[in-house]
T-cell receptor, first 116, second 112 residues
Framework: AQKITQTQPGMFVQEKEAVTLDCTYD???????LFWYKQPSSGEMIFLIY??????QNATEGRYSLNFQKARKSANLVISASQLGDSAMYFC?????????????FGQGTILTVHP | NAGVTQTPKFRILKIGQSMTLQCAQD?????MYWYRQDPGMGLKLIYY???????DKGEVPNGYNVSRSTTEDFPLRLELAAPSQTSVYFC???????????FGSGTRLTVV
């Protein structure tokens, strides 16, 4: 079984500053994928970034980067130059490989508030 | 636009009533999923399907049933609704081993 732990229920950041959202995971599979999703107050799930367990480079997508530390089983999301529109709930999720059939296990989420 | 379509968007049920949440995708994705999200929590898997005619239970299947008669449709059936099923329900799909998931916009269900 897989598990995702997000220890920060809420985070605050000043506009234009960078912020790191923590995510640790637990899996016995060697092949897995890690995801970050954004859920604004409107409720939809917005895909942000993906990191495969065999990817040697940290994933980046625009202002989003994933700080992947495999030995520590952590996959922290870094948002650079925060914008007011970044205020939302953020979820980390894992999809273990093999016979998981793409099932995602989500963490409990972190609410990010960006202050002007 | 291509994607995952969920209907209805909102619904209020009385305890003991039944209903079907509809989910349809037009991307020829073989994998489909139903998740529920309780207030302030992450998503939990209810049921999933890897192709037409093949379904299996997720983490929280009790009180629900699914069917997958076509590649496009994956309805979720609630029998004898209970207040504990008050939640937001998300349908999602993806194609095989590709990592990209497409989520529907969700159905907000309240059982009173």
């Amino acid at each position: 079984a897989q598990k995702i732990t997000q220890t920060q229920p809420g985070m605050f950041v000043q506009e234009k500053e960078a912020v790191t959202l923590d995510c640790t995971y637990d899996t016995s599979d060697q092949s897995y994928g890690l995801f970050w999703y954004k859920q604004p107050s409107s409720g939809e799930m917005i895909f942000l970034i993906y990191q495969g367990s065999y990817d040697e480079q940290n994933a980046t997508e625009g202002r989003y980067s994933l700080n992947f530390q495999k030995a520590r089983k952590s996959a922290n999301l870094v948002i650079s130059a925060s914008q007011l529109g970044d205020s939302a709930m953020y979820f980390c999720a894992i999809n273990a490989g093999g016979t998981s059939y793409g099932k995602l296990t989500f963490g409990q989420g972190t609410i990010l508030t960006v202050h002007p | 636009n291509a994607g995952v379509t969920q209907t209805p968007k909102f619904r209020i049920l009385k305890i003991g009533q039944s209903m079907t949440l509809q989910c349809a995708q037009d991307m020829n994705h073989n994998y489909m999923y139903w998740y529920r999200q309780d207030p302030g929590m992450g998503l939990k898997l209810i049921y999933y399907s890897v192709g037409a005619g093949i379904t299996d239970k997720g983490e929280v299947p009790n009180g629900y049933n699914v069917s997958r008669s076509t590649t496009e449709d994956f309805p979720l059936r609630l029998e004898l609704a209970a207040p504990s099923q008050t939640s937001v329900y998300f349908c999602a799909s993806k194609k095989g081993t590709a990592y990209g998931y497409t989520f529907g916009s969700g159905t907000r269900l309240t059982v009173v």
